[in-house]
């Protein structure tokens, strides 16, 4: 970020504290606050610089923004990959009470989010917000017939002459434009997945009549990953990035001070394929990965610029998360000498914190004081409630099932008892942990659950009936204390049932 952004966002700081200081009401009777939240793609914690000073990879924006707001510690996206988290931030409600069970939707996969259910867009457009999403889509196109006998499971893979495909000849409806975003410009799923399109609002720029072939990962010194299969004509995945930073920054620039809006920003990186532009290329110690980082920041930078220059600095709720862990196993690590994933064990997709554990900074000028750090459990499901919150609105019982307003942890209000008073985690093949206080609970599964092997470690009948970790002593969860706390692992399994039965957390 350019030195005069940063003095200009320390500047609004510096002149909004007061208000904090003398006790007013640092939401209520103001105008409505904007909201920006951006979602990068597998993006760890360790790659920026605000939390690992070791990190091979330079991300200016974003460590300024920390700089300038709160870093969280302990935030956690509420699934080890992509689409159920998407699910979760958007309808504050954790996907595996959904059809998706584990894994992700694909390409042509059937939207998962039904018409009827709230979320973040359609709670903030009752409240006279603009809403866009610009990014990666991934929950689905078009109703899915759920009565159908031979409805597939919402995780399989299906070709785009199957049935059960979206059809993207018609409109993609329901999709995002009726699930609250005024606008949406993107793709469909992760960058790897076909079809290869744009899609604006409910309909693609173009068909995807052209066949691409496949690409092997950087890893095996390919071109960067991604699955051979039907592609629109001028389509090129290396443009994807450059597209969303322009489309955001243009949405941006058309927002007035007569509304507020909300900008949900889903980017397609640092996942794969990793596929820095030019100007990036090289630039980090940490190979490909580290460059699209790099870009990633940029596209950061470039969205904050756009907030100045239209005014829009002083009433606006900046957050940068990812939605899981870095994909950086260990032979990454050792080849690059970098954690992408800090300390953490584990990585993308599995249950260990290095799946789900991230990054999470929010910058609010007159209202998070600059250069703080909260070591608060949140997880990305409690955007919904913290919205309604500061827009003083009580959700209906039934919308954000799951999801807890961390407003009073971003306003520096001291508490006696935490936001949450236990977290559920979900992993890649559907292996679930609770977390609550310092205890982590892995209940019948012994290996990771995701990418890391072994996936499925089956209990003995005479040892642990699964992983129990005490996160303060323990924080890489290397040693297993399952046999040692008993009244432990009784009171998580049992909390952790209620919160499956009950249907709800809160």
């Known amino acids: 970020m350019p030195c005069t952004t940063a003095i200009r966002l320390r500047t609004v700081f510096c002149f909004c504290i007061p208000l904090l200081l003398l006790g007013a009401s640092p939401v209520a009777a103001e105008q409505p606050q904007n909201i920006v939240f951006i979602l990068a793609d597998d993006l760890g914690s360790g790659d920026l610089g605000c939390y690992n000073p070791d990190s091979k990879i330079a991300t200016p924006a974003i460590d300024e923004l920390a700089a300038e707001g709160m870093l969280f510690r302990d935030a956690h996206s509420p699934s080890s990959v992509c689409s159920p988290t998407r699910y979760g931030v958007l309808t504050g409600r954790y996907a595996w009470r959904s059809r998706l069970k584990s894994g992700v939707l694909w390409g042509y996969s059937r939207s998962l989010i039904r018409p009827e259910r709230t979320t973040v867009a359609s709670f903030l457009k009752t409240q006279d917000y603009a809403t866009a999403c610009v990014g990666k889509w991934h929950l689905g196109f078009q109703a899915s017939h759920l009565n159908a006998p031979d409805l597939p499971p919402a995780n399989k893979v299906i070709a785009g002459d199957d049935p059960h495909a979206v059809d993207y000849s018609k409109p993609l409806t329901p999709g995002p434009t009726t699930v609250g975003f005024d606008y949406f410009f993107g793709i469909p799923a992760s960058l790897d997945m076909d079809p290869y399109v744009f899609v604006e609002n409910d309909r693609p720029l173009e068909q995807p009549t052209d066949t691409v072939a496949a690409s092997k990962h950087r890893r095996q010194e390919g071109g960067g990953f991604w699955r051979g299969g039907p592609v629109a004509p001028s389509f090129r995945h290396v443009d994807v990035l450059p597209?969303?930073?322009?489309?955001?920054?243009?949405?941006?620039?058309?927002?007035?001070?007569?509304?507020?809006?909300?900008?949900?920003?889903?980017?397609?990186?640092?996942h794969t394929p990793w596929l820095p532009t030019d100007e990036f290329r090289g630039r980090s110690a940490a190979g490909y990965y580290g460059d699209f980082v790099m870009q990633v920041d940029a596209v950061v930078g470039a969205v904050i610029r756009a907030l100045e220059q239209g005014g829009h600095t002083e009433n606006t709720l900046i957050i940068v998360t990812s939605d899981n862990g870095s994909h950086w196993p260990v032979g990454d690590i050792k080849k690059w000498g970098h954690a992408a994933n800090l300390h953490y064990r584990g990585q993308k997709a599995d249950i260990w914190d290095g799946g789900h554990?991230?990054?999470?900074?929010?910058?609010?000028?007159?209202?998070?004081?600059?250069?703080?750090?909260?070591?608060?459990?949140?997880?990305?499901?409690?955007?919904?409630?913290?919205?309604?919150?500061?827009?003083?609105?009580?959700?209906?019982?039934?919308?954000?099932?799951?999801?807890?307003?961390?407003?009073?942890v971003l306003l520096g209000e001291k508490r006696e008892h935490p936001i949450r008073d236990s977290t559920v985690h979900h992993s890649a093949d559907g292996t679930f942990a609770i977390r609550s206080g310092n205890w982590k609970l892995i209940p019948g599964n012994l290996g990771s659950g995701g990418f890391t092997k072994p996936r499925r470690v089956k209990p003995k009948p005479d040892?642990?009936?699964?992983?129990?970790?005490?996160?303060?002593?323990?924080?890489?969860?290397?040693?297993?204390?399952?046999?040692?706390?008993?009244?432990?692992?009784?009171?998580?399994?049992?909390?952790?049932?209620?919160?499956?039965?009950?249907?709800?957390s809160r």
């Not at 409690?382 to 919308?399: E, F, G, K, R």
């Open 463 to 504: 040892g642990p009936q699964g992983q129990l970790y005490n996160l303060e002593k323990d924080p890489s969860e290397q040693h297993n204390v399952w046999a040692e706390h008993p009244e432990v692992v009784e009171r998580l399994s049992a909390e952790l049932q209620r919160i499956q039965d009950a249907g709800r």
């Open 357 to 408: 554990r991230v990054p999470f900074i929010a910058a609010w000028p007159g209202h998070i004081a600059p250069g703080t750090v909260s070591d608060e459990t949140i997880c990305l499901i409690d955007l919904l409630a913290t919205v309604a919150a500061i827009n003083d609105v009580l959700l209906p019982n039934d919308a954000g099932e799951d999801s807890f307003s961390i407003l009073p």
């Open 243 to 270: 597209e969303l930073a322009k489309r955001a920054t243009a949405w941006i620039d058309k927002q007035t001070a007569e509304q507020p809006f909300f900008l949900y920003l889903p980017l397609s990186a640092p």
